[in-house]
Structure formats: structure tokens, C-alpha cells
């Protein structure tokens, strides 16, 4: 799949994928000559669709270690994370406490939010200089009346990978439920079949934008946040789309087929790229860790520029400061500064993702590209 020649380097996987094309081919009869409701009992055209959600919950099933009767399918992870949490609290008539981490999701910190205002308690971890929590602090923070954890498996913003295994670990020894926002590692990393509640989207992943998943498992209770049908074990209500369905499953497939061959590729590319800049740029630094870092995601300090004005000037890619869904706002990344950057190296940071699609000279070109620009900036300076 090559872009327009008109078009940058798309670098930006962490914000939307591209849907691969045998996604796509998947899913096309499902919009045309399969059109069918999946709840129309009584024709041809809904036994289709049901065959095709059946067929659809077996491969999510086989790759997420769930069983079908634990699959949800949403709009997308904002919801997946909304439904989780919320549905998930409001069993709860008393007040009780979540545990969460300071750089989370916006999706999951604005919902924490929402869940303190309706009386109960939230407690946010801080994070090391790598972006991981403290299994100790987690051990602390819990009280008689937590219920619930919600961690994400992969920042968005620096690719760190939590100690998800530990911390699933300390709150099961203490009957507490575990919430995993794994948008960012489905298909990057082991799927953690251990958690209690787990989501994701498909636009991470080649799937189309607008169809998402939440595992939940049999024992754990959801109250449903959106009403009218009762579909899906009355967890979420709505015709359900069969297209976004069957891309997403399709697309969990392919990510999970190719996982491993697909890491060690985008690993190479993704420290060419770092190597290729911090040799030419003594002011450039990574910010975060190979050692606990998913491949793909670079989050690069260029320090003493501006990094909007970097951003302006590498037209030549396409890459972003940080989160898209806060790329309205003019602050510093909250993630970079939870893990002790001051507000300047926030501001000068740059975050380059990789993907399915990324070629070695679309990398070399990139870097040759960043470093011409950085050093005009410097030299500017």
C-alpha cells in the first residue's frame, strides 16, 4: 500500500491505521449482498449475518484466550473503556475505590473523573522516569474498598509496556478485578487473557474506525450504558454492525498471525530510525526505554526547539506531539511530564509510530529528513 507521492511518510500508526486490504475484502460483501440484521430470526438475509457475528466471535475467541459468550463488540475503545468502568462500578450501591495510572488514556482518566463525581474513590499512580508504575505503590494504594485496577497494556504516547503479569497477580491474591486498555497492544504483544475486562479498537489494528471490543469475563458483572434491545447479553444495545465486526475480527486475526515476524521488523526499523538521528543530533534523547518499550512507538526529546515549529517543518512526514485526541490542546503532554520531564523537553517532543506498512526507505528518508531540519533549527537557534 504506497501513499500518493503527494503525501508524506505516514508515521502516525499509534493515531489510525490504514484499513489492510484484505480487511477491507473481507468485509465488502457485508455491506452489499449480505446486508442483513444479525437479530432478523426469520430469513435468509439474518441467518447470514448471524453466521458471519458466530464466525466473527470464534476468531476473537481463539486469539484473545475469551470465550465467545465474553465478547462485546462497541463503537471503538473510548466506549469499550466507558462501559468497563462505569458499567463495572455501578453494581456498587456503596462508595468504593479504582486504582488507575497517571498516564492513562484520556478515555479512561476523563471516565475515572466521571466515576469520582458519583461518589466513589479514585487513586492515581505516579510513574518512574521510564513510565512504568511501582508494584509497591500499587500494593499501598489498594484498601478494603478497592474493587477495581484499570491499567493500559502500551502507552500510546512512549510505547511502555506495564508489568501487567505482577499487577494482575497483586490484585487477584486480593479478589479485585482487573481493567486492561491493550488498544495500543493488540498485535504488538501477548494479549493478557488473565484480565477481567479488556478493550481495544480497530482502527489500531487495520480494522475500520468505528468498531471496538470488550472482553469481560463470565463472572464479572456489567451494568449495560446503552439501552434499547438488549442485544449482546443486554451488555450493550444496538444493531450491531456485521461489516466492523467481521473487519475487526479479520484484522485481530492477520496482527496475530504475523505478531512475531511483524515485531522483529518493526523493531529493526524503529531503532535504524533512533540510531539514525541520536548519532547525528547530540541534543536528541528517547523517552522511554527499550527495555520495556512495544515496538513501533519513538518518542523522541529534541531539546531547546519548539516542538510545533519541528512539526511545521518535517513536512516531509507525518507524525504528532503526542496523543491525537488531545491534539486540541496547547499543554504539555501529561504523559511525558508524569514521568518527570519538565514543561520545555514536553514541548519539544516528537512522537514517530510505525506500522504494517513502514518501508526501510521510507525510515532512511525520514531520518535524513529529520536530521536536515533539526540542524537548520539548532543552527537557527
Not at 490542546?329 to 513502514?358: D, N, Q
Request: glycine share 6%; proline share 3%.
Amino acid at each position: 500500500m504506497k501513499a500518493s507521492d503527494k503525501l508524506p511518510i505516514y508515521l502516525d500508526y499509534a493515531a489510525t491505521t490504514p484499513v489492510d486490504p484484505q480487511v477491507l475484502e473481507t468485509m465488502m460483501p457485508y455491506f452489499t449482498t449480505n446486508f442483513g440484521n444479525s437479530s432478523s430470526r426469520f430469513h435468509a438475509y439474518g441467518w447470514l449475518a448471524e453466521d458471519a457475528l458466530e464466525e466473527a466471535k470464534g476468531i476473537v475467541s481463539e486469539v484473545s484466550g475469551f470465550s465467545d459468550k465474553e465478547i462485546v463488540f462497541t463503537s471503538g475503545a473510548t466506549e469499550s473503556i466507558n462501559l468497563a468502568l462505569k458499567g463495572f462500578i455501578e453494581n456498587f450501591r456503596e462508595p468504593k475505590h479504582l486504582i488507575t495510572v497517571k498516564t492513562e488514556h484520556k478515555a479512561t482518566l476523563d471516565t475515572c473523573e466521571w466515576i469520582e463525581k458519583k461518589g466513589h474513590k479514585v487513586t492515581y499512580l505516579d510513574v518512574n522516569a521510564n513510565g512504568q508504575i511501582d508494584l509497591n505503590d500499587l500494593e499501598k494504594a489498594i484498601v478494603p474498598e478497592t474493587v477495581l485496577v484499570s491499567v493500559m497494556q502500551v502507552n500510546n504516547e512512549t510505547g511502555i509496556i506495564q508489568p501487567l503479569d505482577e499487577i494482575i497477580a497483586i490484585a487477584k491474591e486480593r479478589n479485585i478485578r482487573v481493567h486492561v486498555d491493550a488498544t495500543q497492544g493488540v498485535g504488538k504483544i501477548q494479549l493478557p487473557n488473565e484480565a477481567d475486562l479488556l478493550s481495544f479498537s480497530g482502527h489500531k489494528i487495520y480494522a475500520p474506525k468505528g468498531v471496538g471490543i470488550l472482553l469481560v469475563k463470565k463472572d464479572t458483572s456489567l451494568n449495560s450504558q446503552i439501552h434499547g434491545g438488549k442485544q449482546q447479553r443486554n451488555r450493550r444495545s444496538g444493531t450491531l454492525n456485521i461489516p466492523g465486526i467481521i473487519g475487526i475480527a479479520e484484522a485481530l486475526s492477520l496482527a496475530e498471525k504475523n505478531r512475531k515476524e511483524e515485531r522483529l521488523r518493526i523493531s529493526s526499523l524503529t531503532k535504524l530510525l533512533e540510531s539514525s538521528i541520536l548519532d547525528e543530533l547530540q541534543h536528541v534523547k528517547t523517552n522511554s526505554s527499550d527495555l520495556f518499550r512495544a515496538p513501533g512507538i519513538s518518542n523522541l526529546c529534541f531539546k531547546g526547539l519548539d516542538g510545533e515549529e519541528l512539526l511545521m517543518r518535517m513536512n516531509k512526514i507525518a507524525v504528532s506531539n503526542g496523543s491525537a485526541c488531545n491534539s486540541a490542546s496547547t499543554e504539555p503532554s501529561y504523559v511525558l511530564r508524569a514521568m518527570g520531564l519538565s514543561e520545555a523537553e514536553s514541548y519539544s517532543s516528537i512522537r514517530f509510530s510505525l506500522g504494517r506498512f513502514t518501508t526501510l526507505e521510507e525510515i532512511k528518508q525520514t531520518a535524513e529528513h529529520v536530521i536536515e531540519v533539526a540542524k537548520y533549527l539548532y543552527n537557527a537557534n
